[in-house]
């Protein structure tokens, strides 16, 4: 096997002694930036890029990756504990984990989110590893159709299953698709739904209305139920990790499903984010416990983790092979290459193979230290719970402040976040779901895009969607999984009748 | 014991006069940054503007050409208006920077935001970026003439130009070379020059008018094949990319009988009413940039037109590059209304 024997050559490259330290401080780094909502992965590349100049490129890249590794660590952590997601992919973390922490079982949850975290990223270095060139060119059959044939497959996956309340949902979804539209459109150029502030011209970002609605949102909501002066209950015990070790291999096929689900939005590359909400909806469906999905389940933990995990690290496929960022850090660390003097693209494996493979040997390694780290650290994570709340939400309300000003460095961010708070408030109240709003918010654009490029091409033709197997299977799919909750109704009564 | 405290008096007397001497002598030491400069960037990460801005930081960094520091910002909003308008509002501070693409122009001229780079202080042109005429490799055509033929054999249209945003530089160009050779290609806009670049490799588009960085690394791997550069002249550089060819080996577009250039302005900017010595002070450093044998490298392998101006030949290269986005973006159209 050549590729057993580079590989090792590359673990030769990223273990030496400085490399390793750039490894650890890259993952501290990293946790510090995941866990902190606004200051994403990307940014904390990009602040640190120009520092790296003076490095071997190799050990440059590593300590990069390994902020990159321990973001998608730390996304979690805020998520579990005060339902506020430190990053995007940790949105639908929230759903399950906080609820989990709330029963007292947040240290289940971190190990939960850590661990599936690790497998994810395993199965996607280890896709890496042996299967890179055919996989590189798979991206290459993604036009806009197939673009667009993923987020409707992220949607309905998602949306199928909600349950109940389907106009509240639809509502909600709709407002997302609303403010999502906001800004300047990238196919026309022209601006839209500003009513002439300049200020709206960059549109709702994302992670603004996430601080907002979520972290903001939660905190009225427990204001409400008065002042809690004392910390929740969280066991302090380096046992949680043992503990709920033994309970995740029930859940293995879960584990299994995500990890091909994010390796393959990874690669597309569709992203994290995306991937993190089809997995949790298609656990969601398919798990014996779906029906008690968002009430406090381990499983709904494994799944998004895993997922984002996953599309995370198989993002650096496209970028290395394609130069094709599959996330926005991954365009940073794209444009870092480019300064090192490497070129991105299908040659970098045979002309940089020192690089290359010193760079997947350092997934391996990034991702154990990453897991050593958090893990250790569960139970200390789990006792900030026990900090009361009348101690603990000031803190939260300033970093999530600091957080929004952070995305663009812009005031009108920190009152928008605090507009989303209330509305997130309300929505609470009036049983309005926010998954739906924040799914459309974040992907609302990228698929409007892909849809209209696709009608350019193809001259308004719909039939596009189903024009080829990879389309059509995708278009077709994303239909079953629409109507999953009809068919079933309709097998039962045939099978009733 | 006196005489020789009086001869130390004397020395250090004399070395404060030299110093003294010194620092009267050097105006362009007058002004300095006596805090963090900003420097903006109206683009998001990872793209070209971006790139040379943190490689600017970078270079300043290794060789301490700043006491303070300098630290990129990225202000993409609104095709990079919110980048624009922020410096615009700066008035008077001189611890700001943007660098600029084509949207100086295009983002004010195609969205009807209150911005012009006249409220700006035009600091230095670090370089210009090129556009080539990308087709996939496994297409047959080899000219421009032969493209542009077979897109009108096959109807207006039915071609597809990939290409990055709407009403800015990528379509401007598309729309150039239509005007030119009476073509007409469907403009697919898209969000990166590197997806641009991957959607034509993958055949979902007909041809890309990518900056040469964007599109290299596909060129070198066979994938793709350039057909002709938008600029008056052939690329200065002569060492081989692929087996057979240089940037210097691809024929302009003008040679094959398309009378059209464009390239892009990639500048550097200051806010309005600040004063000439904090100019001058800018001006100086990032000619010191310019002259690291780490700038050399960036250019070459960004196939860069490393024209460089400043003061009034540079206000004046902006004032004739506005006339001429004007005139274009009318012509195709893109003018908010």
């Known amino acids: 096997m050549e590729e057993i024997s580079s590989l090792m050559h590359g673990f030769g490259v990223a273990l030496t002694l400085f490399n390793l330290g750039l490894m650890f401080v890259g993952i501290v780094l990293g946790v510090i930036i995941g866990v902190l909502p606004g200051l994403g992965g990307a940014n904390g590349v990009a602040i640190l890029l120009p520092l790296t100049f003076t490095m071997p490129p190799t050990s440059a890249i590593i300590m990069l990756s390994c902020i990159y590794w321990g973001a998608l660590f730390g996304g979690a952590i805020t998520s579990i504990l005060f339902n506020i997601p430190g990053e995007p992919w940790s949105v639908a973390t929230t759903f399950d984990g906080f609820p989990l922490a709330q029963k007292g079982r947040a240290g289940a949850a971190l190990t939960a989110a850590f661990t599936s975290s690790f497998v994810g990223a395993l199965v996607a270095v280890i896709m890496i590893t042996f299967l890179s060139p055919v996989i590189a060119n798979f991206a290459l059959e993604f036009g806009p159709p197939e673009f667009f044939a993923v987020y409707l497959l992220t949607f309905c996956a998602f949306v199928g299953m909600s349950k109940g309340q389907a106009l509240k949902t639809i509502a909600s979804m709709m407002v997302g698709f609303g403010l999502a539209a906001v800004g300047i459109d990238t196919v026309t150029g022209q601006v839209r739904l500003t009513f002439g502030f300049t200020s709206l011209l960059q549109g709702f970002d994302f992670l603004i209305a996430v601080i907002g609605l979520f972290g903001i949102g939660e905190i009225l909501l427990t204001l409400e139920e008065g002042l809690a002066f004392k910390g929740k209950s969280a066991k302090l015990n380096v046992k949680v990790v043992l503990e709920t070790w033994r309970e995740l291999p029930r859940y293995w096929l879960t584990s299994l499903r995500s990890s091909v689900v994010g390796c393959f939005m990874g690669i597309v590359p569709g992203g994290a984010t995306p991937a993190s909400f089809m997995s949790y909806g298609v656990a969601k469906r398919f798990s014996k416990d779906g029906e008690r999905f968002g009430t406090g389940q381990v499983e709904g933990v494994v799944a998004p983790e895993t997922a984002a995990h996953a599309a995370g690290t198989s993002a650096l496929l496209p970028m290395l092979t394609l130069g094709v960022p599959g996330s926005p850090t991954a365009a940073v660390l794209l444009g870092g290459l480019l300064i090192w003097g490497l070129q991105p693209g299908p040659l970098l494996f045979q002309e940089q193979k020192e690089f290359v493979w010193g760079l997947i040997a350092s997934m391996y390694l990034g991702n154990i230290a990453g897991l050593v780290v958090v893990l250790t650290c569960v139970p200390l994570f789990a006792a900030i719970l026990r900090v009361p709340f009348s101690i603990i939400a000031p803190i939260i309300i300033v970093v999530c402040a600091i957080g929004a000003y952070t995305v663009h460095n812009n005031m009108l961010d920190v009152y928008m976040m605090m507009v989303f708070g209330a509305a997130g408030y309300l929505m609470r109240k009036l049983n309005y779901p926010l998954a739906p709003l924040v799914l459309a918010l974040v992907l609302g654009d990228a698929a409007e895009s892909s849809f209209r490029q696709a009608m350019l091409i193809s001259a308004g033709d719909v039939s596009v969607f189903f024009s080829n197997w990879l389309v059509g299977g995708m278009t077709g799919l994303a239909l079953l999984l629409l109507f999953w909750p009809t068919i079933t109704v309709l097998l039962k009564r045939l099978r009733g009748g | ?337």
């Open chain 2, 1 to 337: 014991m006196s005489s020789k405290f009086s001869k130390l008096l004397r020395v250090s007397a004399l070395s404060l006069g030299v110093l003294a001497l010194a620092l009267a002598g050097s105006p362009a030491r007058a002004w300095e940054p006596t805090k963090t400069v900003e420097f903006i960037v109206p683009a998001g990460t990872g793209g070209g503007a971006d790139q040379m801005a943190r490689f600017i930081q970078a270079v300043v960094q290794k060789h301490n050409l700043m006491k303070e520091p300098l630290v990129v910002i990225n202000k993409s909003g609104g095709a990079g208006a919110e980048g624009f308008l922020d410096v615009q509002g700066a008035k008077g501070d001189p611890h700001k920077l943007i660098i600029t693409l084509s949207n100086l122009f295009t983002t004010p001229m195609a969205t009807g935001v209150p911005f012009n780079w006249k409220n700006l202080t035009p600091v230095s042109m670090m370089a210009l970026d090129e556009f080539v005429l990308w087709v996939n490799a496994d297409t047959p055509y080899k000219t421009v003439q032969e493209y542009t033929d077979a897109a009108k054999k096959a109807g207006p249209g039915k071609f597809k130009m990939g290409g990055t945003g709407s009403k800015q530089e990528d379509q401007i160009v598309t729309v150039a070379l239509e005007k030119a050779t009476g073509a007409k290609f469907t403009y697919v806009p898209f969000k990166g020059g590197g997806a641009v670049a991957t959607q034509l490799v993958g055949k979902h588009v007909d041809s890309s008018v990518n900056n040469p960085i964007e599109a290299v690394a596909q060129w070198r791997a066979g994938k793709l094949r350039p057909i002709c550069v938008f600029d008056d002249a052939r690329l200065p550089y002569k060492d081989k990319v692929t087996a057979d060819m240089a940037w210097g080996d691809i024929p302009t577009c003008k040679e094959q009988g398309v009378n059209m250039s464009y390239v892009m302005l990639r500048g550097i900017f200051m806010p309005g009413g600040v004063p000439a010595e904090a100019v001058n002070y800018y001006v100086d450093l990032l000619a010191k940039v310019r002259a690291t044998p780490e700038w050399a490298d960036f250019m070459k392998t960004g196939a860069f037109n490393q024209t460089a101006l400043t003061g009034e030949a540079y206000r004046k290269w902006v004032a004739d590059a506005e006339v001429l986005h004007h005139e274009l973006m009318k012509e195709a159209g893109f003018l908010a209304k």
